[in-house]
């Protein structure tokens, strides 16, 4: 009996830690909520028509900056998860990113050097800073419709890149999903 006992709270002991799985993100399988496969998509369309664009048509050196990219749909999607994918991809490819976060500290290393307080061979020039020329912004809509008890979500993907001297678009692409789940029925 006393072995019963230690077997079967050994069994629910293991049962109920489920422990955690790792699964293989280019797997993923769809689901009802924007997800591992919906990004995927996204960022390998977006990484590949963009940095085609870059090297085949712009032919100029390109310094891009994120702006907003906007979530204008009903569900919760995280766009800096899409954005920082699509960033980390381009910067491997050799794009170049301007990220102003740090500039206001950047700045008071210039003022340092400049105040004769740091070593002239380590202190940062003024002069150096590169402005962006494009910046790089979009958006995510939807429309959901039901229909014979099924919910149909069609989502749109858009980035663009504008020029920034001349406010042009310069770029676009989007990507598309039609998703297609069934309704549960609530009834009382």
């Known amino acids: ?64 900056q994120v702006k907003k990219f906007q979530n204008r749909t009903s569900e919760h999607i995280d766009t800096d998860l899409i954005v920082s994918e699509i960033q980390t991809r381009l910067i491997q490819k050799r794009i170049k990113f301007i990220d102003d976060s740090l500039e206001a500290d950047a700045l008071k290393e210039m003022e340092k050097g400049m105040t ?18 494009l910046y790089l912004t979009g958006d995510i809509r939807e429309n959901v419709r039901y229909v014979d008890g099924r919910k149909v979500q069609y989502l749109k993907v ?22 297609s789940s069934k309704t549960d029925k609530i009834s009382f």
């Not at 004769?116 to 020329?133: F, H, T, W, Y």
């Open 116 to 133: 004769g307080m740091v070593d002239p061979e380590s202190a940062i020039p003024v002069g150096n800073l590169i402005s962006p020329n």
């Open 1 to 64: 009996m006393k072995k019963f006992f230690v077997a079967a709270l050994l069994l629910f002991m293991v049962g109920c830690g489920g422990g955690t799985q790792y699964q293989d993100v280019n797997k993923a399988e769809g689901s009802v909520e924007w997800g591992p496969k919906e990004i995927k998509i996204t960022v390998d369309k977006m990484v590949t028509s963009l940095y085609s664009f870059l090297k085949t048509e712009w032919n100029k050196p390109a310094y891009l």
């Open 158 to 179: 858009t980035l663009k890149l504008i020029n920034i001297k001349t406010n042009q678009t310069e770029w676009q692409d989007q990507q598309e999903f039609l998703k």
